[in-house]
């Protein structure tokens, strides 16, 4: 059975920083999978967030490109999302994603809420 399971997530101030963690299990070959994280602000439609290949390679919404960074470590089956300099309008559920062909997986999501 495959599990995500998402960690970080919390109250920041404007300006403020987050890391956020999904951890994998289940997935036989970690490293084949494209993670990626999306985010579901109320009342909007999800959007992504950022994703990175098997390969490493990263795409990011417009919206965090500079901002944010999105990485994984292979070995401890994990992918993260560096938030830095955080706005009001970040504040979402969060929500981890594996492409892992030909399924895709999602995590329960966390809540980051960014206000003074």
């Known amino acids: 059975q495959v599990q995500l399971r998402e960690s970080g997530g919390g109250l920041v101030q404007p300006g403020g920083s987050l890391r956020l963690s999904c951890a994998v299990s289940?997935?036989?070959?970690?490293?084949?999978?494209?993670m990626g994280w999306y985010r579901q602000a109320p009342g909007k439609q999800r959007e992504l967030v950022a994703i990175i290949t098997f390969g490493g390679n990263t795409t990011y919404a417009d919206s965090v490109k500079g901002r944010f960074t999105i990485s994984r470590d292979n070995a401890k089956k994990t992918a993260y999302l560096q938030m830095n300099s955080l706005k009001p309008e970040d504040t979402a559920v969060y929500s981890c994603?594996?492409?892992?062909?030909?399924?895709?997986?999602w995590g329960q999501g966390t809540q980051v809420t960014v206000s003074s």
């Open positions: 994603n594996a492409l892992y062909s030909p399924y895709t997986y």
């Open positions: 289940g997935i036989k070959i970690f490293s084949f999978a494209t």
